[in-house]
Every structure is written in C-alpha cells, then in structure tokens.
C-alpha cells in the first residue's frame, strides 16, 4: 500500500512563500499532483507533474507556484511564492494513472483528473494572514 505524507506546511503573511514536501513510493509511471481544500469550497487542482516531468498549473497558481520532483529521494515538492489569502487551505498530494490536465484546462478537467487519483495523503495546513 503506497502512502503518501505531506509536509511544509504552517502559517505566513501575505506575499510570502512556503514549499510543501509529499513523500511516498507510487509507481514510476504515474503523475501526481497538489490539490487543495478550503473550508466550505470546493477540491481545487493546483499543480501536476507526469512521469516524463511536464508540468501544468490551475489558473489561480499559474507564473506564482512551481511543482517538482525528486525522483531519487521519492519526493515531490511544490514551492509558493506571493502567497495570497486565497492561497489558504489544507494541500493535499495525489498519484494515479491519468494524464495530466493541460495549463489553462477548466476547472472539469481538473476534476476529472482527481478522479482517476488512486493515491491520496491527509494534507497540509496553510494558512495566509493578511
């Protein structure tokens, strides 16, 4: 059974950055990515990275965040910069089989793709203080 743990998370002002860690063993051959969940909305797709490394971003996180991989140390990261109040919520780490959504891809695909997920973590607190 593969599991995946998040770290990195905590609480930082506005404009500031963080860097989550997910730390699991999926299959080499799947994509994984960050979502995030804030109280009373929505799931939302943040960042995913494929097997080949290509990379793809929700609208909302686009030219602010970056995701990445360390594939020796089974880690992947994502790093946020300009840290909104918006930007807050619990960030979860996620691996399956499915191909990536493209940048700019509505927010259904970003669902559909969460659904073929079939490795979730419990996810990180972030929260942003204005």
């Known amino acids: 059974q593969v599991q995946l743990v998040e770290s990195g998370g905590g609480s930082v002002q506005a404009g500031g950055s963080l860097r989550l860690s997910c730390t699991g063993n999926?299959?080499?051959?799947?994509?994984m990515g960050w979502f995030r969940q804030a109280p009373g909305k929505e799931r939302e797709g943040v960042a995913a990275?494929?097997?080949?490394?290509?990379?793809s971003y929700g609208n909302s996180v686009k030219d602010r965040f970056t995701i990445s991989k360390d594939n020796a140390k089974k880690i992947l990261y994502l790093l946020m910069n300009n840290l909104k109040p918006e930007d807050a919520g619990r960030y979860i780490c996620a691996a399956g089989p499915s191909a990536i959504p493209s940048n700019g891809a509505p927010n259904g695909r970003w669902s559909w793709w969460s659904n073929g997920m079939e490795y979730w973590g419990k996810g990180t607190l972030v929260n942003i203080s204005s």
């Open positions: 999926p299959e080499s051959s799947y994509s």
């Open positions: 990275i494929d097997s080949g490394g290509a990379t």
